[in-house]
Each structure stands twice: as structure tokens, then as C-alpha cells.
């Protein structure tokens, strides 16, 4: 019998050859499964022919392989390693625990979702995202906040702790928005655009303490109905306030 052809690892290839068979049809369950999003991610990130070709070409460490293009972006390969080893791992331990009636979390789940975020950070340096795209990968993410009822239960199904990359992708959003420097500033403001059309004096909020900001935004926030978690809450507030035809009364601590 012959040997089966495996590209990479058992995960990456059995992805690929996922995605294939699911991708025309997007709002089915396989098309939505955890080992297809991720290549879904990965096609995202780096273009769905420099896969086929490599795929077809069995080309994985040479120039135009699957390793050349997952670090074109500055993704180091060091971090490239540890990602297959963390989604090989991940998939053996899904496939041993498909035969079990009793469930485990998977500890290579948020594992692997930090290196394809780690991965999206890498190239927005080179090639910037829109905002748009920032926030269809974010969607495309299995954590306890996500809006999607079958990646949210997955996330609390299987992960150790499901806020886990939803706190990591905003800590690399506020670190690739917020650069260090000597000048104090208030870190947990809203932009002032908002603070304006809700009638709060711009030129007055900086003198103010975190704790009385904080104060101010979580008003706001519970007025609007707006997870103030969420890494796009700007945009969903400023959303809220046009819609709406009432204003909150900001009081002051």
C-alpha cells in the first residue's frame, strides 16, 4: 500500500485538504470547524495561491514554500515552528478525544489562535489592515466573547481559559496604537469625537484622574449597551450615539 502523501504535518495538510472540500459551502459546520478556520486565517493572512502552490508543489522550506511564506512578513521562524508543533499537537488531541464520550479542554487550542494572531500583527507592520479586515480576523477567532454562538461554546467547550486571546489580540492592539513615551497620558479615554457629540468638555478630561475617566466611559458604555471589552468599541459606540435620538446625562465624580 502506498505511503500517504503528508504535507507539513498531519494538521496543516488535513486542513488544507478541509478547507477544499468546505470552502463553497461557507455557512456549513465543516466550513466553521476550529482545523478549517485556521487555514481559513492562514489564506486570510498570507493569499489562497501561495498555499495551493506550495500544497500542490510539496514545497515546504523552499524559496515560494510554505516556510518562505509565512514569514514574507517578518513572522519569525522560530515562531512558524512552535506554531506547527502547537496545531499538530492540537489536532492529535482532537482526534483522541472524538472517540471519548467525556470531553477535555484542549490546552493547544488558545495556543494556536496566539500564533495566528502573533501572525496578523506581523504582517499589519508591512502590509497595515483596514479596519475592516482587523475585525473579520477577530471574528474569525473561538473565544467566550465572540458574537458567534458555535465559536463561543466551543471556546468555553475547549479552552482553559476562553478570554484568553480575545485579552491578548487587545494587548497587541493597544501596544501597536499606543507607543511608549515620557509624556503622562490617560490611557483608558475614548476618542474625543465621542466625548464631544455626548457633550463632555474635551479640553477638560486630561486633567482629570483614570479613576474619574473610567467613571465618565462606563456611563457611556452602560447607556449604549456597548461591551466596553470589545477591540472595535469606538466604532460601536459612535454607531449607538448616531442611531440614537437620546443623550445620557455624563455625571461628573
Known sequence: MAQRYIFVNNAINDSIVMYYQAKNKPLSLAYNTFIVTVMRIIIMLYGELDITN?????????????????????????????????F???YEFDVKQ???????KNPYLNRVQKNLVDMMFC????????????????NMLFTGDSKDFYRRTYA?????????????????????????????????????????????????VPTLTQKQVDYINQQIYNY????????DKDTK?????????????????
Do not use: W
Request: net charge positive; charged share 30%; glycine share 4%.
Open 54 to 86: 506550495c500544497y500542490h508543489t510539496k514545497n515546504e522550506k523552499g524559496m515560494g514554500g510554505f516556510d518562505t511564506n509565512l514569514t514574507k512578513y517578518g513572522y519569525p521562524q522560530e515562531e512558524l515552528e512552535k506554531f506547527k508543533v502547537n
Open 88 to 90: 499538530e499537537k492540537y
Open 98 to 104: 472524538s472517540r471519548l464520550h467525556v470531553k477535555r
Open 123 to 138: 504582517k499589519n507592520k508591512i502590509a497595515p489592515f483596514d479596519g475592516k479586515k482587523a475585525h473579520e480576523f477577530y
Open 156 to 204: 468555553f467547550a475547549f479552552a482553559k481559559n476562553p478570554y484568553e486571546v480575545s485579552k491578548y489580540f487587545r494587548k497587541k492592539m493597544y501596544l501597536m496604537s499606543n507607543k511608549l513615551t515620557f509624556v503622562p497620558i490617560v490611557k483608558r479615554q475614548l476618542s474625543n469625537e465621542i466625548y464631544e457629540l455626548l457633550g463632555v468638555n474635551t479640553s477638560l
Open 224 to 231: 449604549y449597551q456597548v461591551d466596553e471589552r470589545a477591540f
Open 237 to 253: 459606540l459612535l454607531e449607538a450615539i448616531t442611531i440614537s435620538k437620546k443623550r445620557p446625562i455624563i455625571k461628573m465624580d
